[in-house]
């Protein structure tokens, strides 16, 4: 099995910014490819949306503007 991530250097310690699915201890061999400064590279399957992946269609056209009266009951779907 593969996984690509992103990954910083800091103090002498390859430290991955995103979740990798190893056991504990698990030996793994290392490919360094260096990002350019100032570019972000897209990993599949890896977001910068914390919310990716959960949102619903309501069908309600003017949920955003009215929130608070759908919450509170004071609007009608």
């Not at 099995?1 to 698990?26: D, F, T």
């Not at 360094?32 to 590279?41: A, F, I, M, R, S």
């Not at 914390?50 to 759908?70: K, N, Q």
């Amino acid at each position: 099995m593969s996984q690509i991530i992103q990954a910083i250097y800091e103090n002498g310690i390859l430290r991955p910014l995103g979740h990798l699915e190893l056991e504990e201890r698990q030996h793994v061999r290392v490919t360094v490819d260096l990002v350019p400064q100032g570019e972000t590279e897209s990993v599949p399957g890896e977001s910068s949306d914390p919310l990716e992946g959960i949102r619903v269609s309501t069908g309600i056209a003017d949920l955003a503007e009215h929130f608070d009266d759908y919450r509170f009951g004071l609007r009608k779907p």
